[in-house]
């Protein structure tokens, strides 16, 4: 702003600077800011800011940890002390941490999406990014990286304390396998769940009902199975069991609610199929609507 | 520039933005004028691509806005003071949208200095006052050094110190040769500042015309008279080749500021007056007439009468 210039159209002659300024044919204010083509990464970094500037993502993220540790060192705690694991997994233990803990990694999904709806900050973020697309893929991007980071290093933890800890209490010594399926595993599904999260937010456009809709889903099968005691509903409610969310959590720590259902890594390739086919709807609303 | 060509936009049944065609100009402030419910915002949103036209094209620069690959260096917009994340500090919340578009962070900085808002940069923005927000709405508008200035109801809410503020800074940006396009429903306000006006109401244009031109036409200045022995003023007016209109009740009105010569007329000819009185119309009159068709909401002094046949279809049916 510091160059003043006479205010109506200039001829171009008198700046030949200007040439690979923008407008081209249309004259006016020309800034002495370098034009960047944007690209992805700007709207990475843009949402690397935004998720890191506000309190809400450290609370949950904070609250994630606390309940997946603490509950982690009871569980493990409770079993040195008294019992026996007869020949399981020490790594099982592991699972109820996080089975609340998932409610934090939801919640920061939602908020990441549906908050910009709440405080109106979408149109200010649609405005500096027109592309929706890159919007909703940087968003992706960045809670997908974070969720997977912190939960993969806060489930190793626990992990590595409940195999130290329970060694001489009867507990298997797991293979290779069952310890990628506890962390890595896991991780991948946790981050996913919390990316389905983000995207039901972003379709719903409201924080508190993305929230429910999600704890609902998790929830809701089992609640539901729960009163489905007729003969004939026998084989829907075997289904709601087996495929509810916290029974295919189990799946990782081979600690499932019933013997048949998904077994080995196929609650990872399920989740993924949602979060692919919630990516797309999310995409093309976010196309279709107004800001 | 921007340009709008036959921009429409239907909510349903309801027609916010009518067959809008009009371009702003660069170099100079515009004003986009309308009562409340005209359809100003919606029309800043299709410019923004915010909201999808149904009919009709805009662009800007040529382009439409969603093919601007650093909008943010090309069109800066403050549509809504309260677009920000309260939890977020004021130099966050511009640091993101600086990123989004690969400015340089240093602008963060200078843009807060230019608003006045360095000493608050870390506080977070729901903590800021209406005014203060405001200022960080300018700010962001402003991070990208842009070619277009976009303001939606930029004095609203704001003190006397605010509104002036805005008004320089508005003519300042003109003068650097940049695009200004700032809404409001005040004339008052518009007659300030703007140096082109766009009028629209209930959606549809009413006035795309110059502000010397409207005042021109619409500030116009007469003399209003009143006396007893109103025939022998008219005859003695006649005379003299000055035009009279007669206003309501019993009064005339003489158009241009002739109240010397009507006085010194009346005193010759010995004429008693008991008004003679220079007017002027106000622009926000002006304004009020042109617009008086397509008020969206009006304020009813008393309750409205309630139709004869009201309930008729009812009980019909």
Partial sequence: MSTHQPPMPQAPAAAPEWQAAPGGPYPGYNSPIPVVRTHLGHALASEWTKIRSVRSTMWTLGVFILLVVGIGLLAGFAVSGSGDLSGQSPLTLGFFGLLIGMMCIITLGVLTTASEYGTGMIRTTMTACPSRGRVLAAKSIVFFVIAFVVTLVTVSFVAMVHASMLKGHGASTPSGGEWLKATVGISLYIALLGLLSLLVGSIIRHSAGAITIMIGAVLAPLVIALFMNASSLEKVQKALLEYSIPSQMGVFYDNTLSSSGPTGWDPLWIILGVTAAAYAGAYALLQSRDV | MIELAGLTKRYGEKVAV????????????????????????????????????????????????????????????????????????????????????????????????????????????????????????????????????????????????????????????????????????????????????????????????????????????????????????????????????????????????????????????????????????????????????SVEYHAHAAPAPVPRDWGAGWKGA
């Fill in chain 2, 18 to 293: 009518d067959h809008l065609t009009f371009a702003v100009s660069p170099g100079i402030v515009t004003g986009f004028l309308g009562p409340n419910g005209a359809g100003k915002s919606t029309t800043m949103r299709m410019i923004l691509g915010l909201d999808h036209p149904t009919a009709g094209d805009v662009r800007i620069d040529g382009k439409h806005y969603d093919q601007l690959r650093d909008p943010m260096t090309y069109i800066g917009a403050l549509l809504d003071a309260n677009a920000v994340h309260g939890g977020r500090s004021a130099y966050n919340h511009l640091l993101c949208l600086a990123q989004s578009n690969g400015i340089p962070t240093r602008r963060v900085a200078e843009v807060l200095d230019t608003v006045g808002l360095t000493a608050v940069a870390r506080k977070k923005a729901k903590g800021f006052s209406y005014g203060m927000g405001q200022r960080l709405g300018i700010a962001a508008a402003l991070l990208g050094d842009p070619r277009i200035l976009m303001f939606d109801e930029p004095v609203n809410g704001l003190d006397p110190e605010g509104i002036h503020w805005i008004r320089n800074l508005m003519k300042s940006l003109a003068a650097q040769g940049r695009t200004v396009f700032v809404s409001s429903h005040l004339m008052s306000e518009m007659a300030l500042t703007a140096d082109h006006l766009v009028v629209i109401g209930q959606g549809r244009l009413l006035a795309d015309t110059s502000m010397a031109d409207f005042i021109r036409e619409n500030a116009r200045s007469y003399v209003r008279i009143r006396s007893p022995q109103r025939e022998r003023l008219l005859d003695v007016l006649h005379e003299d080749g000055v035009t009279v209109v007669e206003a309501g009740g019993d009064a005339l009105e003489v158009a241009g500021g002739k109240a010397e010569r009507i006085g010194e007329l009346a005193t010759r000819y010995g004429i008693v007056l008991h008004e003679l009185s220079p007017q002027q119309a106000s622009l926000e009159e002006a304004f009020m007439q042109l617009t008086a068709e």
